[in-house]
């Protein structure tokens, strides 16, 4: 049925047009592009489009720091 999974298609071309911008060069790779739209369907996806490679990187080692702390 191709009805039967119309949202996942739009996602996919949703997030399709998302990576083309994100890979376009070098500097929304590393720095990512900020937020062109709101909403974005998933949160992992939301993270690396919006602040690239080392903003990524940036969160997971705050999110390493918080949580030894919390300890």
């Known amino acids: 049925n191709h009805h039967a999974h119309l949202s996942f298609w739009y996602r996919l071309k949703f ?3 998302l990576y083309q911008e994100y890979i376009s060069n070098i500097f929304t790779i590393l720095f990512g ?3 062109y739209s709101i909403y ?3 949160l992992i996806i939301r993270i690396i489009v919006t602040s690239g ?8 080692y705050l999110l390493r720091i918080q949580k030894s702390l919390t300890l």
């Open 53 to 60: 490679i080392i903003g990524s990187l940036l969160l997971l």
């Open 15 to 17: 997030w399709g047009t």
């Open 40 to 42: 974005t369907e998933s």
């Open 33 to 35: 592009r900020g937020f």
